[in-house]
């Protein structure tokens, strides 16, 4: 069987996920979820500020390590990215760990360049800062 994507904003991922505008796109593969991607609105100040007009923040890109390079990862990133330009947003972004250079080559084949803005998260682990237009 082929993957499916599906993209969800149901009440209970909207109040878990954050807020009324985050929308999730999960990556199956017969009954069983084998990645997602979460975008939302961003928010000026790290998250902590107003929310960026045309900004969409995207977050949880994951895909189970057993299904790496069969192509899911890039199907999420599309996904997300299209459902992000259908909801209006213009510009995108998102953080990984700065050795995280799967991810990198991922974010980087669909578009996404480093930011410039680098530091570390809440476990002291360096992240980087990417973005793209939509």
């Given at each position: 069987m082929g993957n499916e994507m599906t993209t969800s904003s149901d009440g209970w991922r909207r109040s878990l996920l954050r807020g009324d505008d985050a929308f999730l796109v999960v990556a199956g593969d017969r009954s069983a979820i084998v990645g997602m991607a979460l975008?939302?609105?961003?928010?000026?100040?790290?998250?902590?500020g107003p929310p960026v007009p045309g900004l969409c923040?995207?977050?949880?890109?994951?895909?189970?390590?057993?299904?790496?390079?069969?192509?899911?990862?890039?199907?999420?990133?599309?996904?997300?990215?299209?459902?992000?330009?259908?909801?209006?947003?213009?510009r995108a972004q998102l953080w990984t760990h700065a050795g995280n250079l799967r991810a990198q080559r991922l974010?980087?084949?669909?578009?996404?360049?480093?930011?410039?803005?680098?530091?570390?998260?809440?476990?002291?682990e360096r992240i980087v800062r990417y973005e793209r237009f939509l």
């Open positions: 975008g939302m609105q961003g928010l000026a100040d790290d998250g902590a923040h995207i977050s949880l890109v994951f895909v189970l390590p057993a299904r790496w390079g069969r192509g899911i990862g890039g199907r999420i990133v599309d996904a997300i990215v299209v459902e992000a330009r259908s909801r209006g947003y213009g974010y980087e084949s669909h578009g996404f360049r480093r930011s410039g803005r680098e530091e570390d998260d809440d476990l002291g």
